[in-house]
């Protein structure tokens, strides 16, 4: 639910500017504010949507073909799932900055309310004591 509201609320971007986008989504070098409204574009437009699945299934292709591997190679299944990770990755990085944000706030709260009280301008065990 939060994935696709965040993808549906980045800014929306031509097709144009999809197409240009495509190698940098494939080498994973799309900031995160970029990628959403990559991803968000390929989600509802079919023309760059297939223009992404045929730059990923030739890089999937010359990936498979110099690494000699062994194993049959499903592009299609491949596309999806780069597609589905790409999001579920985006929604990660998401809120692990939401996270270090909220560290940080409480950590210069904590850090501010130390000051204070060593300089005995807020006396921080005189205010606990006085709520309990």
């Avoid at 900031?31 to 409204?37: G, I, K």
């Amino acid at each position: 639910m939060e994935k696709q509201n965040y993808i549906d609320k980045s800014r929306t971007i031509t097709c144009r500017e999809a197409c240009s986008m495509i190698p940098g989504y494939l080498d994973g070098k799309l900031s995160d504010r970029d990628e959403a409204a990559f991803l968000r574009h390929v989600n509802s437009c079919a023309s760059c949507r297939n223009e992404l699945e045929t730059n990923f299934m030739v890089n999937e292709t010359i990936r498979y073909l110099d690494n000699n591997e062994l194993e049959s190679l499903d592009l299609r299944y491949l596309f999806r799932k780069n597609l589905r990770d790409s999001q579920r990755n985006l929604l990660k990085r998401r809120k692990m900055r939401r996270l270090r944000s909220v560290i940080t706030f409480l950590t210069i709260v904590l850090f501010s309310l130390t000051v204070l009280d060593l300089l005995d301008i807020f006396k921080v065990t005189v205010f606990f004591e006085a709520l309990l």
